[in-house]
């Protein structure tokens, strides 16, 4: 596949994030979704959907369609339930990494677990906030299938840890597999004492403040919900101020090949 040539920073505030609220949902969408489209903001690289959700208790998404995505969940606060047509049910919370290949075809619901699905505990009133992403897999017509891992001790180290990958030179390291050969996922929750870390080089990199605020070289400070996207770079380092979590996409391709 062909790489870009020209290096590119696009810098993203997270309050000019497309928005979806109502009663039970705040949703920031940094790329086009649903009914909010911006033909000119439609993906970076392999990365179509990175949603940033607030869920009420007892509340959620009901059991709806998936076809032909690798989606990664990244909860950052309270509990999720998910459920599928291939019978996977259970708890997303924060350090599990988790990831769903629609593939074929796949029915899942996502909800707050305000009722806790095992049963043993008691309902809590906390609600749930996750960053949803969604990246384009190899090829379509793959079969459907679901992956998760707790990953919390490798967090705990502050470093930046490979939670999702398809990329052969992490295959050793990553938590959870993708069916995107040119893609990986990592995560650096960074104390406040960290000295940071150094963003891998790629055609394309997608880096987006969850939590905190980080000061990125070259580029400046950013606040939690913000993003930069990088083109054809990599190398930088990113330091937090006081406590952060940053989630970093590195592509070696994008959408349509290019």
């Known amino acids: 596949m062909s790489t870009p040539t020209t290096p590119r920073i696009e810098l993203h505030r997270g309050g000019d994030r497309m928005k979806t609220r109502i009663s039970w949902l705040d949703s920031k969408h940094s790329f086009s979704f649903g009914e909010h489209y911006d033909p000119d903001n439609t993906h970076h ?82 609600p749930v906030h996750f960053v949803q992403m969604w990246v384009v897999p190899d090829e379509p017509g793959l079969d459907p299938g679901y992956q998760q891992l707790e990953i919390d001790a490798e967090l705990d180290r502050g470093d930046l840890v490979t939670v999702a990958s398809g990329l052969p030179r992490y295959r050793d390291r990553t938590a959870i597999a993708i069916n995107s050969s040119h893609a990986a996922m990592h995560v650096a929750r960074m104390p406040a004492e960290s000295s940071g870390f150094t963003l891998p080089d790629a055609p394309y990199l997608h880096v987006f403040v969850a939590r905190g605020e980080v000061d990125v070289e070259g580029i400046g400070t950013l606040a939690q919900g913000d ?25 070696h391709a994008r959408l349509g090949g290019g």
Do not use: C
């Open 45 to 126: 690289g392999l990365l179509l959907v990175n949603n940033e959700d607030v869920v009420l208790p007892g509340e959620g998404f009901d059991t709806h369609p998936h076809r032909d995505m690798e989606i990664v969940t990244w909860v950052l606060g309270g509990s999720l339930v998910h459920q599928d047509s291939l019978g996977h049910n259970g708890v997303i919370y924060p350090g599990l990494a988790q990831r769903m290949s629609a593939g074929t075809g796949i029915m899942h619901s996502e909800k707050n677990d305000s009722w806790r699905l095992d049963g043993t505990l008691p309902a809590h009133d906390e």
């Open 227 to 251: 993003a930069v996207r990088l083109t054809r770079s990599g190398g930088q380092l990113v330091r937090p101020h006081g406590a952060a979590e940053v989630l970093v996409w590195e592509m």
